[in-house]
């Protein structure tokens, strides 16, 4: 009598059928929190580092910025061909690039938070290793992205390990601006009072002195970053895809599959107005509202509301369907932008504000992960005997937001140097004012409302979801029904 196979913990008889189990999931999910960490830590404190710490001309950090963000989103693209063409391994497609990418990317990403002691070589330096540290979290984050339709083949269980990633990367986002807002805010290097100070030898020794907090928040998040590359590689097995289409034939067919086409263009245009707010909220709060010393807690409660609100949309999007989750739980951040900002500074209304508005990122954050597999799903129902095409699908929808986020910061910080900002100011002049308000308020509402226009002609509504998924998996019955008899047949022979 044959004994029946012996399954380990996290490759239970659960999981032959389709399902995952909570061990997978989890596992699955910690991957998601180092992209999610590094990058809430550049997106609210690299700009103000750059500017008060570094002592950068804001023209020189729009540049760096802009490129650094540009660049990136060229290496999706690149990345993602890379990754569709490499070979399968006994360990599978994706996870050898989240192992060897991750030593040199905390290597890099600690460098960005040093000051060169060569004060001519500090845009070159910041330059260059922000885009190092951006390419090495490329060959980290689009694996993981298209490793969602690899985890299992049933779309449900695909949904709930994406609700555990999201609410595993609202978590890391509150650890990055946790960890790098706490340590960086026992050290706020001190504002200087006349514009002329800020050339002095004491404001450059202050520079190095200050710098050392962000250095110390650095090394705190690479060792999460290593921990979390490392849960991910031994608590999930990847499951061998199909033989793959060539790249070239993979973009026109994908970037000519309008559902795709019409859900990137609208949370480009969402996620861009949180990117804005996210890269600016940091100077508005210490400049605008005149809390320098308490911003980095104005921050953590923002992504602790997220984090805590995860739950409710994953409820909400099961309940009502994804379209009317979007609408909801995008729109719900809009009176709250506007509120922060015509109200008169006050701490405590800021706080209350802050986690109200949380709310509405939590929406943001979830469901453009949790709409993207339907779309796959949706391409592969219309083109069933086209393979291979995921890591395509994800790499170009972060390919546009990125690219869209560089430009948001380069221009946002080009338009600060033009408003006349000044580096290390214990005030700033009131065109700087009106300007933080613009990029934190009227600007991102601006951004949402044209997203929530351009998802009315969004066609994956709740029935065509269900179909799909019941076409779906008829087409893998048959196939399984066509491997079964084709082997039958060679055992004949």
């Given amino acids: 009598m044959t004994e029946p196979p012996f399954f380990p913990p996290c490759l239970s008889q659960r999981e032959q059928c389709g399902r995952l189990t909570i061990c997978n999931k989890l596992c699955y999910a910690v991957g998601g929190a180092p992209y999610q960490i590094t990058g809430c830590a550049l997106g609210f404190f690299l700009q103000i580092y750059l500017l008060d710490v570094a002592q950068l001309d804001p023209f020189y950090a729009s540049i760096i910025l802009f490129v650094g963000r540009a660049w990136d989103a060229v290496t999706d693209p690149i990345i993602g061909f890379m990754v569709s063409r490499s070979p399968w391994t006994r360990f599978g497609r994706m996870l050898p690039w989240i192992v060897f990418s991750t030593p040199l990317a905390v290597v890099s990403y600690f460098l960005i938070w040093y000051v060169p002691v060569i004060e001519d070589g500090k845009v070159i330096w910041y330059l260059v290793f922000y885009c190092l540290f951006q390419t090495l979290q490329t060959c980290f984050h689009v694996p993981y992205s298209a490793l969602t339709m690899f985890i299992s083949e049933d779309q449900k269980e695909r949904d709930s390990a994406t609700a555990y990633r999201m ?81 070239w034939q993979g973009i026109g067919l994908v970037m000519g599959h309008r559902p795709y086409v019409k859900l990137v263009m609208g949370f480009l245009f969402t996620s861009l107005a949180f990117m804005l707010l996210e890269g600016n909220f940091a100077l508005f709060c210490c400049y605008t509202l005149g809390f320098r010393n308490d911003f980095q807690n104005i921050l953590l409660v923002i992504m602790l509301a997220a984090m805590l609100t995860i739950p409710f949309w994953q409820w909400f999007l099961t309940k009502f369907g994804k379209k009317n989750a979007v609408y909801i739980g995008t729109s719900s951040v809009i009176p709250f932008m506007i509120l922060v900002v015509c109200v008169k500074s006050n701490l405590i209304i800021t706080y209350m504000v802050s986690f109200a508005a949380g709310v509405g990122v939590a929406a943001a954050f979830l469901l453009p992960w949790s709409m993207l597999p339907d779309v796959v799903d949706d391409f592969q129902v219309q083109n069933p005997d086209s393979k291979g095409h995921e890591a395509i699908f994800y790499s170009f929808y972060v390919f546009f937001t990125k690219f869209a986020s560089g430009i948001s910061l380069g221009i946002s910080t080009l338009s600060l140097d033009f408003a006349g900002y000044i580096t290390r100011g214990c005030t700033q002049p009131e065109n700087v004012d009106i300007t933080l308000k613009v990029l934190v308020s009227a600007a991102p509402i601006g951004l949402i409302l044209i997203g929530l226009v351009l998802f009315r002609s969004y066609p994956i509504d709740e029935e065509r979801r269900q179909g799909n998924r019941k076409l779906l998996q008829e087409q893998r019955e048959n196939e399984a029904d066509s491997e079964t008899d084709s082997t039958e047949l060679t055992n004949m022979v």
């Avoid at 050392?212 to 690479?222: H, K, L, T, V």
């Avoid at 921990?227 to 289409?245: I, R, T």
């Fill in 167 to 247: 609410t595993v990367e609202v978590l890391g986002t509150v650890i990055g601006t946790a960890v790098q807002g706490q340590i960086v805010g026992m050290a706020n290097p001190p504002c200087i009072l006349a514009p002329g100070d800020n050339v002095t030898t004491e404001g450059l020794n202050s520079s190095l002195l200050y710098t050392r907090p962000y250095m110390i928040a650095s090394g705190a998040i690479c060792s999460i970053y290593i921990l979390c590359a490392v849960v991910l590689f031994f608590g999930v097995k990847e499951k061998k895809g199909k033989e793959l289409m060539s790249f």
